[in-house]
Nanobody
Framework: QVQLVESGGGLVQAGGSLRLSCAAS????????MGWLRQAPGKEREVVAA????????YYTDPVKGRFTISRDNAKNTVYLQMNSLKPEDTAVYYC???????????????????WGQGTQVTVSS
C-alpha cells in the first residue's frame, strides 16, 4: 500500500508556472506507475500525465503537451508535475495517483489507478 501527499498548488497568473510534488510513503515506490489527474468544476476528471515505474515512458493528454512535464525521483519517493505556460483552463484540483505495476506501463484511464492523494488546488487567473 502507498500513501500520497501532494504539494505545490496555488494561485498563479496565466503564463506562469507551478511545480507540483507528490511524496509517497513506503519502500516500494519504484514499483508503482504514477500519474496526475485533475478535476475542474463542471468537467470530468482526466489523467493529464502519467509515468512508468522507471520513468522510461510518459503520457500527456493533448491540452497539456509541450507545457507540462512529469518526472519522478525514485530515491526520494517523489513524482513531480512541472506546469509551464499555465492557462485559466488548467484551473482544477490536481490529484496524484498510483498503481502497483509489474512492468513498464501506465494508463490514461483514471479507473486503472488504485491510490489517490488528497488533491491540491491550482488556480490560474486571466
Amino acid at each position: 500500500q502507498v500513501q500520497l501527499v501532494e504539494s505545490g498548488g496555488g494561485l498563479v497568473q496565466a503564463g506562469g508556472s507551478l511545480r507540483l510534488s507528490c511524496a509517497a510513503s513506503g519502500r516500494t515506490f519504484s514499483g508503482y506507475a504514477m500519474g496526475w489527474l485533475r478535476q475542474a468544476p463542471g468537467k470530468e476528471r482526466e489523467v493529464v500525465a502519467a509515468i512508468t515505474r522507471s520513468g522510461s515512458s510518459t503520457y500527456y493528454t493533448d491540452p497539456v503537451k509541450g507545457r507540462f512535464t512529469i518526472s519522478r525521483d525514485n530515491a526520494k519517493n517523489t513524482v513531480y508535475l512541472q506546469m509551464n505556460s499555465l492557462k485559466p483552463e488548467d484551473t482544477a484540483v490536481y490529484y496524484c495517483v498510483a498503481k502497483l505495476a509489474y512492468d513498464e506501463r501506465y494508463s490514461a484511464q483514471q479507473e486503472w489507478y488504485d491510490y489517490w492523494g488528497q488533491g491540491t488546488q491550482v488556480t490560474v487567473s486571466s
